[in-house]
């Protein structure tokens, strides 16, 4: 991975623990998650409308990824109901780098480094003991399967969208169109299971939401162009580090403690980042 494509990584990581900070600072979960997933149709829409049409073959990875931002989104906002910021996340996004770099070896067609294993590793100890707190201090273990479930989807759609962009050969139009079919999957889902009290009454969540949107398309667009100029696993692994910016949102804006475990894990986290530039 290069020094330019690292960078460009580490923006999108931290876009996406900003528009994830600005889901959890509604007050409800689902509404600015329903909002959010609105935004993205019509974003993707206006980017798609500037590309060339896919080819037939990638619009199955469309479906496929939409399917699975849509458990994503799920599960998260469930977490986030009973969570902090800084435990729900690291738990939801903690375990998706080492399924993808295991599952990538027997699914995908990249090839890693021994070193490049050790730093995925490393980063997701790392993320883990982020978020032990769970346990150590007694707080909601109900969180716990939708956080699972949540990093389990990641780690699908981190493979179908990788892969996906290069079967296009065009990522930002492969992303414009995955956000309006996972825009169109959640919302729809979500009316059809909560009916339109789910939509909020005022304007500030539309705002929010509507942020959180360009926010989230800039951090996965960004993401899916690195996964076709260097490997998924790897990319995937650097892009965790969006759990320093949640954790430093979650102490800045939501006064969530700092302790010295997350301090530790912080550490931790950049060793492994380290390890996959070696």
């Not at 986030?80 to 770099?101: F, H, K, M, N």
């Not at 139009?173 to 299971?193: E, I, K, N, R, S």
């Not at 909020?200 to 705002?207: E, L």
Request: charged share 10%; hydrophobic share 55%; net charge positive.
């Amino acid at each position: 991975m290069s020094f330019a494509i690292l960078l460009a990584v580490l923006g999108s990581a931290f876009l996406h623990a900003l528009w994830n900070a600005l889901i959890k600072s509604g007050a409800s979960r689902l509404s600015a998650m329903v909002v959010l997933s609105i935004g993205e149709v019509p974003i993707g829409l206006a980017v798609a409308a500037l590309r060339p049409l896919p080819a037939p073959e990638v619009w199955k990875w469309v479906l496929m990824a939409g399917c699975a931002h849509f458990f994503y989104k799920f599960f998260l906002t469930y977490a986030y109901e009973r969570g902090d910021l800084s435990r729900v996340y690291p738990i939801a996004r903690g375990t998706a780098p080492l399924v993808v770099g295991l599952a990538g070896t027997f699914l995908l067609n990249d090839r890693l480094t021994l070193h490049e294993y050790a730093g995925i590793t490393v980063l997701g100890i790392g993320i883990l003991l982020m978020a032990q707190g769970i346990f150590a201090n007694g707080e909601n273990r109900k969180l716990l399967p939708f956080a699972l479930g949540s990093a389990c989807a990641t780690a699908t759609y981190t493979m179908l969208d990788g892969t996906g962009a290069r079967v296009a050969g065009d990522a930002i139009a492969y992303v414009a169109w995955v956000f309006v079919a996972d825009g169109t999957f959640f919302t729809t889902g979500m009316l059809l299971y909560k009916g339109l009290g789910v939509l909020p009454r005022t304007a500030k969540p539309w705002v929010t939401g509507m942020i959180a949107a360009a926010a989230s398309y800039g951090a996965y667009g960004v993401s899916v162009w690195a996964m076709t100029r260097a490997p998924i696993a790897v990319v995937a692994a650097v892009r965790e580090t969006s759990i320093l910016f949640a954790v430093l949102i979650g102490w800045i804006v939501f006064g969530e403690a700092m302790t010295r475990g997350k301090a530790f894990a912080a550490c931790i986290i950049v060793a492994g980042v380290i390890l996959t530039r070696l």
